[in-house]
Structures are given as structure tokens and as C-alpha cells.
């Protein structure tokens, strides 16, 4: 069974420095990752997914199949990026997706 | 719908009462999750509807707990006999299931449940 882990149940950051939230999986396959996002009071959204090989807001994650890492990156900081991040993996298939449980970005201005 | 709507988007009751939550996918969407989000914590998984297969009942925490899809469409989660603990938001996903599909979930805004 596929599991996801986010090691870091709060992360508090300084505005301006820079933000690495981790993500470690395990899965006998190739996986489809994502990371979500939930700012205050608005509903869980799609952030960015590694397929798309895109940066959304500066957050960029790349997968790491060696390390079975899907870490998110982002090199400086805003306050408007205080919210919560789940990491999630999606196997191959009609299988169900599966989160993280997730990280807490408080960014200190 | 443009998005996943869940009613009622809150909920107040008493210990012991039944409740039923609503959800509503997006159209033509196969896939719809449940999951609840109690004060400060993570999402936790309850159960998986993919198209007519069987769904995945595994994290539903307890046989008061309950959820139905009917015609491949509308889901309502059901909590029996509501304790204390059951208090959470209540969310509702949905995505397009397909195998070759872009995975990403689509959520609603949740149903807050108070338990008194």
C-alpha cells in the first residue's frame, strides 16, 4: 500500500528566507505527485503537480525517484504563503489518492 | 455546478441525533472522496467511490459512519448516533478518475459538524 509522509507537522519561516516542505513516499510504482494547499478560510485546492513540471507562485517540487522525495520549494518566502500544505500520491489507475498528513507554513514577517 | 457543493455548510446537534451530509461533484466526474479535517489536524481519509466498483470503506472509523452514492452522482456521508469526537469539517472531493486523467482532486468547502 502506497503511504505518504510529511515529516514536519509546523514549519515557520522568516519573510524573505527560503522554504523547503517535505515530502517522502512509498510506492511500488510510478506515481503521479501532487501538492495541495489551503490558505485561511478557503477550500483545499490543487497547487502544483510534478507532471506539469510547473512553478505556481515561485513553489517549484521536483521528484526525486531515488529518494522517493517530492519535496516543495520555494527560494524566498511571502507572508501570503502562510497556509497548509498536504503532499498526495495518486498510483496508477482507479486507485484512491492518498495525503499527507501535512505541513503548517507560518511565515513571520 | 461550476465546483463541488457540500451542504449544509454547517451543522449543530446533539449527541446521539443522526446527521446526514451532502455532496455534490463536479458533472461527468467518477471519483468522489470523503475525508474529514478535525481542529489542527490533517485530512483523514473515510471512503472512495469510483465509478460502479465497490467502494473503499477502509477509513471509515466506526459503523456509525456510513456514505452512499446514488446514480454515480450525489454522495451523502451518514454519522449514526453522533459523539463528541465526530466534530470536524466534513470534505467532499471529486476528479475525473480516468485512467489517463490528471489525478487532481477537486474539493468543496466542507461541512462544519458541531457536536454538543
Known amino acids: 500500500a502506497q503511504r505518504v509522509t510529511q515529516p514536519e507537522k509546523l514549519l515557520s519561516v522568516f519573510k524573505g528566507a527560503p522554504v523547503e516542505l517535505k515530502c517522502n513516499y512509498s510506492?511500488?510504482?510510478?506515481?503521479?505527485l501532487f501538492w495541495y494547499v489551503q490558505y485561511s478560510r478557503q477550500r483545499l485546492q490543487l497547487l502544483l503537480r510534478?507532471?506539469s513540471r510547473e512553478s505556481i507562485k515561485g513553489f517549484t517540487a521536483d521528484l526525486n525517484k531515488g529518494e522517493t522525495s517530492f519535496h516543495l520549494k520555494k527560494p524566498f518566502a511571502q507572508e501570503e504563503d502562510s497556509a497548509m500544505y498536504y503532499c498526495?500520491?495518486?498510483?496508477?489507475?482507479?486507485?484512491?489518492?492518498?495525503f499527507g498528513t501535512g505541513t503548517k507554513l507560518q511565515v513571520i514577517p | 455546478g461550476a465546483g463541488v457543493s457540500q451542504s449544509p455548510s454547517n451543522k449543530v446537534t446533539e449527541k446521539g441525533k443522526d446527521v446526514e451530509l451532502r455532496c455534490d461533484p463536479i458533472?461527468?466526474?467518477?471519483?468522489l472522496y470523503w475525508y474529514r479535517q478535525s481542529l489542527g489536524q490533517g485530512l483523514e481519509f473515510l471512503i472512495y467511490?469510483?465509478?460502479?466498483?465497490?467502494?473503499?470503506k477502509s477509513g471509515l472509523p466506526s459503523d456509525r459512519f456510513s456514505a452512499e452514492r446514488t446514480g454515480g452522482s450525489v454522495s451523502t456521508l451518514t454519522i449514526q448516533r453522533t459523539q463528541q469526537e465526530d466534530s470536524a469539517v466534513y470534505l467532499c472531493?471529486?476528479?475525473?478518475?480516468?485512467?489517463?486523467?490528471?489525478?487532481?482532486?477537486?474539493f468543496g468547502e466542507g461541512s462544519r459538524l458541531t457536536v454538543l
Open positions: 472531493a471529486s476528479s475525473q478518475g480516468r485512467l489517463l486523467g490528471t489525478g487532481e482532486l477537486f
Open positions: 510506492y511500488s510504482g510510478s506515481p503521479e
Open positions: 510534478h507532471i
Open positions: 498526495a500520491l495518486k498510483p496508477g489507475g482507479y486507485q484512491k489518492v492518498t
Open positions: 458533472s461527468g466526474h467518477t471519483a
Open positions: 467511490f469510483q465509478g460502479n466498483s465497490a467502494p473503499d
